[in-house]
């Protein structure tokens, strides 16, 4: 019995132990599966990153294609416009030039009408004939004085106690003070002899001539300009204070007839403006009546002038309104614009004929 019980117990050891074999093999298989799912599932996440990942290239590709399309047709569009625009340009110049042809033209025609009018009238008055300097004349007083090419030389002429020689010195930033060394000398009579010649020290190149005053015993109006050898000048700046004089308008007829550049400028605004404050100081003693007695002395002196250029056969033309202190004040400081009239202006325009003079572009070059 004994042994009996004991192979009964070793079948059921053996059992047991086939049992456990068989749930052991069981699990190595299921944990075989696992792994092999596991594996697929991790090949599939490999593809589906490398497609991704190609898809993205691809999409990358297409994205710098169509920047570089894009890219090509904005430089194919810009190119475009430029040439239209050069087009353009060239066009505006083209027109340009056929209007100051035709500007030209028509200056030139008017011009010779005017002087063909003006002989005649001389003519009828009895008056000689214009005698035009020879290329000696021409010489001689450029050599006298110091007349250099591709410098710009500017007269300041008009009837003598006009006021000239303060504006030479305004214009080249000296007062009248008498400290100042390089200053023309001025006075309340005609101190100027001769035609003097400055310098002025911000622009190398500019030259102003302080011009003797005409009308007086020495130098009588009818002989003024070719006596002065005026007709060399680049600008004639013409100084007139009270009132248009016969010196004036021949001043003007001659500088028309040479060609130079011509402003025309009422000095002394400041005084003129403080007599009248003076005559009427009810209407004129505030801050507010000064600035109608500036405007009064403006609008009275722009139609005397209109009325006396067309008594005269004169084409109109600007008269600008100044001050010497505030030409001076303009000069030391281009902001110094309180109680100016036309100094701004002037300066400004002057400065564009200089520089057109001197073929210099305005837009890039220096202020004057």
Same mark, same amino acid.
């Given at each position: 019995?004994? $042994? !009996?019980?004991?192979?009964?117990?070793?079948? &059921? #050891?053996?059992?047991?132990?086939? =049992?456990?074999? +068989?749930? /052991? @093999?069981?699990?190595?298989?299921?944990?075989?599966?696992?792994?092999?799912?596991?594996?697929?599932?991790?090949?599939?996440?490999?593809?589906?990153?490398?497609?991704?990942?190609?898809?993205?290239?691809?999409?990358? $590709? !297409?994205?710098?294609?169509?920047?570089?399309? &894009? #890219?090509?047709?904005?430089?194919? =569009?810009?190119? +475009?416009? /430029? @040439?239209?625009?050069?087009?353009?340009?060239?066009?505006?110049?083209?027109?340009?030039?056929?209007?100051?042809?035709?500007?030209?033209?028509?200056?030139?025609?008017?011009?010779?009408?005017?002087?063909?009018?003006?002989? !005649?009238?001389?003519?009828?008055?009895?008056?000689?004939?214009?005698?035009?300097?020879?290329?000696?004349?021409?010489?001689?007083?450029?050599?006298?004085?110091?007349?250099?090419?591709?410098?710009?030389?500017?007269?300041?002429?008009?009837?003598?106690?006009?006021?000239?020689?303060?504006?030479?010195?305004?214009?080249?930033?000296?007062?009248?003070?008498?400290?100042?060394?390089?200053?023309?000398?001025?006075?309340?009579?005609?101190?100027?002899?001769?035609?003097?010649?400055?310098?002025?020290?911000?622009?190398?190149?500019?030259?102003?001539?302080?011009?003797?005053?005409?009308?007086?015993?020495?130098?009588?109006?009818?002989?003024?300009?070719?006596?002065?050898?005026?007709?060399?000048?680049?600008?004639?700046?013409?100084?007139?204070?009270?009132?248009?004089?016969?010196?004036?308008?021949?001043?003007?007829?001659?500088?028309?007839?040479?060609?130079?550049?011509?402003?025309?400028?009422?000095?002394?605004?400041?005084?003129?403006?403080?007599?009248?404050?003076?005559?009427?100081?009810?209407?004129?003693?505030?801050?507010?009546?000064?600035?109608?007695?500036?405007?009064?002395?403006?609008?009275?002196?722009?139609?005397?002038?209109?009325?006396?250029?067309?008594?005269?056969?004169?084409?109109?033309?600007?008269?600008?309104?100044?001050?010497?202190?505030?030409?001076?004040?303009?000069?030391?400081?281009?902001?110094?614009?309180?109680?100016?009239?036309?100094?701004?202006?002037?300066?400004?325009?002057?400065?564009?004929?200089?520089?057109?003079?001197?073929?210099?572009?305005?837009?890039?070059?220096?202020?004057?």
């Amino acid at each position: 019995m004994e $042994r !009996e019980q004991q192979i009964t117990d070793l079948n &059921e #050891n053996v059992a047991k132990m086939q =049992e456990e074999a +068989r749930e /052991l @093999q069981e699990k190595l298989l299921q944990a075989d599966l696992r792994r092999a799912q596991d594996l697929v599932e991790h090949m599939k996440a490999v593809q589906q990153a490398e497609e991704k990942s190609r898809q993205i290239q691809r999409e990358n $590709r !297409e994205a710098m294609e169509r920047m570089e399309t &894009e #890219n090509r047709k904005a430089r194919e =569009e810009q190119q +475009r416009m /430029l @040439q239209m625009l050069m087009r353009k340009e060239e066009e505006r110049k083209m027109n340009d030039l056929a209007r100051k042809i035709e500007h030209d033209a028509n200056e030139r025609v008017q011009n010779e009408l005017w002087l063909r009018r003006e002989a !005649e009238r001389n003519l009828e008055a009895g008056i000689p004939p214009v005698k035009y300097p020879t290329g000696e004349d021409i010489t001689a007083v450029r050599k006298m004085y110091q007349y250099q090419e591709n410098h710009v030389h500017i007269a300041v002429s008009g009837v003598s106690g006009g006021g000239k020689s303060s504006l030479v010195n305004a214009f080249r930033g000296y007062s009248n003070s008498g400290r100042e060394t390089n200053a023309a000398k001025t006075g309340t009579v005609e101190t100027t002899a001769q035609i003097g010649r400055h310098s002025d020290p911000a622009q190398p190149w500019m030259f102003w001539y302080d011009v003797p005053g005409a009308g007086t015993l020495q130098v009588p109006d009818w002989q003024y300009f070719n006596d002065q050898g005026l007709y060399i000048f680049d600008i004639m700046i013409i100084v007139v204070d009270i009132r248009f004089t016969k010196i004036d308008v021949v001043l003007l007829y001659n500088c028309r007839r040479f060609g130079i550049t011509t402003f025309v400028v009422r000095s002394k605004s400041d005084q003129h403006i403080n007599n009248i404050v003076e005559d009427d100081p009810d209407e004129y003693d505030s801050p507010l009546g000064r600035r109608w007695a500036s405007d009064k002395f403006t609008f009275d002196t722009r139609q005397q002038f209109e009325t006396v250029f067309v008594a005269a056969g004169l084409p109109p033309q600007k008269v600008y309104i100044v001050s010497r202190k505030y030409i001076l004040g303009l000069i030391r400081d281009p902001q110094a614009l309180a109680g100016t009239i036309d100094e701004a202006e002037l300066i400004g325009d002057i400065a564009s004929v200089v520089d057109k003079k001197r073929g210099v572009d305005r837009l890039h070059a220096q202020d004057f």
